[in-house]
Antibody, heavy 119, light 107 residues
Framework: QVQLVQSGAEVKKPGASVKVSCKAS????????ISWVRQAPEQGLEWMGW????????NYAQNLQGRVTMTTDTSTSTAYMELRSLRSDDTAVYYC????????????WGQGTLVTASS | DFQMTQSPSSLSASLGDRVTITCRAS??????LAWYQQKPGKAPKLLLY???RLESGVPSRFSGSGSGTDYTLTISSLQPEDFAIYYC?????????FGQGTKVEIK
C-alpha cells in the first residue's frame, strides 16, 4: 500500500529556512506527482505546488514563488520541500500528497510535519 | 485563481440524518472537483473525485453531484465516524484550491 512518511517537527526563527522530507513507498515513485499542502493552526488547506518526480518539473503557487523549492531524489523515492525566509505566518502543518500527473486530487497523504516559525 | 466557497461553514446533525454540503466555484470547473474528510490531528482523506467517483474503500453513504460551478456532497445517513471537517477542492486549474471547510458536529 502507498505510504508517505514525513520528517519530524521543526522550530525555526523568522528569516531561516526549513526543509521537509517525504519518503514514499508502495508504488512506483516516478509514476505520480507529489504536491505539498499546508494548514495553518485552526485554518483550511492551502496548496503550495507540485513536482513531477519523473522529470523534475515544478508548478508553484504564485504567492510562494521565490521562497519555495520542491525537489525529489528518485534513488531513495523521497520528495523535499524547502521554504526560505520563514515568517510567523508560515507556521503550519505541511503535508505531502500524491496525485496522478495533472489530475490534482490527492489520494494519499503523509502524516504531516509541524513547522513553527517563532522568535 | 478559482475561489471555492462552501456552505454551510458548520452544521449540527443527528445520527442517521441526511447531510448535504455545497461548494460553489467562482468559475466553471468541468467536474474537476474532489471532496476530503479531515479529523482532528489527521491528514485529509480523499472521499470522492471527478465530482461523483467514490474513492476505493469509502462507504457508499457518501455521494457527490453537480456541474459547472455548483457541487454537493451528501451523506445519506450520518454515522458516528462521520463527524469531521469536509473540504471541497478544484483541480481544473492551478493553483488548485480548497473550500474553507464545513464542520459537521453532533446535535
Amino acid at each position: 500500500q502507498v505510504q508517505l512518511v514525513q520528517s519530524g517537527a521543526e522550530v525555526k526563527k523568522p528569516g531561516a529556512s526549513v526543509k521537509v522530507s517525504c519518503k514514499a513507498s508502495g508504488y512506483t515513485f516516478t509514476n505520480y506527482g507529489i504536491s505539498w499542502v499546508r494548514q495553518a493552526p485552526e485554518q483550511g488547506l492551502e496548496w503550495m505546488g507540485w513536482i513531477s518526480p519523473s522529470n523534475g518539473n515544478t508548478n508553484y503557487a504564485q504567492n510562494l514563488q521565490g521562497r519555495v523549492t520542491m525537489t525529489t531524489d528518485t534513488s531513495t523515492s523521497t520528495a523535499y520541500m524547502e521554504l526560505r525566509s520563514l515568517r510567523s505566518d508560515d507556521t503550519a502543518v505541511y503535508y505531502c500528497a500524491t496525485h496522478y500527473s495533472h489530475l490534482g486530487y490527492f489520494d494519499s497523504w503523509g502524516q504531516g510535519t509541524l513547522v513553527t516559525a517563532s522568535s | 485563481d478559482f475561489q471555492m466557497t462552501q456552505s454551510p461553514s458548520s452544521l449540527s446533525a443527528s445520527l442517521g440524518d441526511r447531510v448535504t454540503i455545497t461548494c460553489r466555484a467562482s468559475q466553471g470547473i468541468s467536474n474537476s472537483l474532489a471532496w476530503y474528510q479531515q479529523k482532528p490531528g489527521k491528514a485529509p482523506k480523499l472521499l470522492l473525485y471527478a465530482t461523483s467517483r467514490l474513492e476505493s474503500g469509502v462507504p457508499s453513504r457518501f455521494s457527490g453531484s453537480g456541474s459547472g460551478t455548483d457541487y454537493t456532497l451528501t451523506i445519506s445517513s450520518l454515522q458516528p465516524e462521520d463527524f469531521a471537517i469536509y473540504y471541497c477542492q478544484q483541480y481544473y486549474s492551478t493553483p488548485w484550491t480548497f473550500g474553507q471547510g464545513t464542520k459537521v458536529e453532533i446535535k
